[in-house]
Nanobody, 118 residues
């Protein structure tokens, strides 16, 4: 199983970016999917998560600005980020709880860097 993240880049404060993360491989199903981020010198933190049924959860710092969604047919999770702030600068990682056969495991994407700067 692989998670391939994309969509990061350099954006000015107040701008927007959309991250994508596609799962591939031997997959029977995918439960929760999410986005985490790790800023320089800080621990990795949850940004947003979404269940297979579409229920969402957000960190307080991104509520009202970020939106997580998923396309189950494409095995892809998205993170729409609006009104970006310099403090959003981090490497963003996607995560998915994947059922392969009878085993449920967490997988991580490779990370995509988001830099918010003027």
């Amino acid at each position: 199983v692989q998670l391939q993240a994309s969509g990061g880049g350099l954006v000015q404060p107040g701008g927007s970016l959309r991250l994508s993360c596609a799962a591939s491989g031997f997959i029977f199903g995918i439960n929760d999917m999410g986005w985490y981020r790790q800023a320089p010198g800080k621990q990795r933190e949850l940004v947003a998560s979404i269940t297979s049924g579409g229920s969402t959860n957000y960190a307080e710092s991104v509520k009202g600005r970020f939106t997580i969604s998923r396309d189950n047919a494409k095995r892809t999770v998205y993170l729409q980020m609006n009104s970006l702030k310099p403090e959003d600068t981090a490497v963003f990682y996607c995560n998915a709880a994947v059922l392969t056969g009878s085993i449920l495991r967490n997988y991580w994407g490779q990370g995509t860097k988001v830099t918010v700067s003027s």
